[in-house]
């Protein structure tokens, strides 16, 4: 009973503070009034150039653009992949709402395709929509941090001539098999929006391995004739093909942000595993409800989980609300897939009216249905998350018990 009565009193929104680092290095920026990423004397790398660098070579990819957001990221990684007004792009119904905003953004029209038990694209639905659609592009969400089979992915790709953009706003750091989530696409993009893994309010990284992508991506984000300032990109000479036929899609990254991201970089592992601690500090318990199951995990998959997810399976849509309700009243914020309405954050893809796509995705929608998904900020102590989690439990036990 102890565990019922406890008022959780943190906040599921409290970020950590930007290293003191990163704070120093802001003001120093700040004071020199240099916050323009090309504001740099010859032969100097700006701190945006400096980040470029070190992201690529955290990744382990040559080419490395930093910019405005990771929704404007996928903007411009599927405009320099080619697409044109009209082109079908296959993605996860399961995502969030940048992601289908970028593909209208582009030109282009999604093809939803349905989720599995475990979060992820159902392959055997995007094999079938590939096949039917007709369509070269794949924009594959990491949703939540959970990672499809990528040999799989890579091979249905290869099969229907598909270009892969991968959306890592939720596995910065994350593998598949011990290779970087994001070292698989054609694109990847990040974010570094405050509640993802690094936080610098806005901003996005894209990285590729093709130079012809990078080349356009740069001028497309904003860089006017000045691309030769870039150094995690190719030689000057390789934007003479591009460098008349690009227009500038102004989305840059500045000075600033790179200042406070740069000495996150190098915590970012530690951060991951301190994600993970707390996660299988609450995964611990909520495996004793006989209510809650979690989300299967593939072994090869080694995620950062700053976020956890489960079902409810024998909780009616209807009883979804109150266990908010009640989760809220002691402190605890949890959100529900299932809500037919938009709400903060979350949206589900059948409310983006827009996209004109009638079909109907019964399984992401069962799926959905009793998905609960919990935040897990690292200003929370390994004894929050276990707070949290008892109470959660308790919460769950009583709204499948009320009649
Ligand atoms: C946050 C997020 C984005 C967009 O990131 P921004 O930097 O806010 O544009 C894209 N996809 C997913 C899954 C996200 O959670």
Redesign the pocket.
């Known amino acids: 009973m102890e565990s019922f009565i406890v008022t959780f009193t943190k906040s599921f929104t409290q970020q950590e503070a930007i290293p003191d680092e990163g704070i120093k290095a802001a003001i120093e920026i700040m004071k020199s009034g240099r916050l323009h990423r090309y504001n740099v004397n010859p032969g100097e790398k700006s701190l945006t150039d400096q980040l470029e660098l070190a992201f690529s070579e955290y990744m382990g990819v040559d080419n490395c653009l930093a910019c405005a957001?990771?929704?404007?990221?996928?903007h411009i990684a599927l405009k320099a992949l080619g697409i044109k007004e009209g082109d079908k792009v296959l993605c996860n119904a399961f995502?969030?709402a940048?992601?289908p905003g970028?593909i209208d953004n582009a030109g282009g029209i999604p093809v939803l395709v349905d989720i599995d038990d475990q979060l992820c694209i159902d392959l055997d639905d995007l094999e079938n929509k590939a096949r039917l659609s007709g369509a070269k592009y794949l924009l594959l969400?990491?949703?939540?941090g959970h990672i499809s089979d990528m040999d799989r992915v890579m091979e249905i790709c290869k099969n229907f001539n598909l270009l892969l953009i991968e959306?890592c706003?939720?596995t910065m750091g994350a593998k598949w098999n011990d290779r970087m989530s994001g070292s698989f696409g054609d694109v990847a993009?990040f974010?570094?929006?405050t509640?993802?893994h690094m936080n610098s309010g806005?901003?996005?990284l894209l990285i590729t391995p093709h130079s012809d992508v990078i080349t356009k991506a740069i001028i497309y984000s904003g860089s006017y004739m000045l691309y030769d300032k870039h150094y995690a990109a190719p030689d000057k000479q390789a934007f003479d093909a591009v460098k008349y036929t690009t227009p500038n899609y102004s989305g840059r990254m500045d000075n600033l942000r790179a200042a406070v991201l740069l000495p996150q970089l190098e915590l970012l592992d530690k951060k991951c595993r301190a994600w993970n601690d707390r996660y299988y500090a609450m995964s611990d318990i909520f495996k004793a409800s006989n209510n809650i199951v979690l989300i299967a995990r593939n072994t090869k998959e080694k995620f950062v989980a700053s976020s956890i997810q489960f079902f409810i399976p024998s909780l009616s849509s209807a009883r979804f609300p109150l266990l908010i309700k009640e989760c809220e009243a002691q402190g605890v914020s949890i959100k529900w897939f299932g809500d037919s309405e938009p709400n903060g954050?979350t949206s589900k893809y059948d409310s983006w009216h827009y996209l004109n796509d009638k079909t109907s995705l019964e399984t992401t929608e069962r799926i959905l249905s009793t998905l609960i998904d919990i935040r897990i900020p690292l200003t929370f102590t390994i004894e929050d998350c276990i707070t949290v989690a008892k109470i959660i439990n308790k919460q769950v036990e009583l709204a499948v018990a009320k009649v």
């Open positions: 957001s990771c929704g404007y990221a996928l995502t969030l940048p992601v970028a969400s990491h949703m939540r959306d706003a939720h993009c974010s570094t929006q509640y993802k806005e901003g996005g954050y």
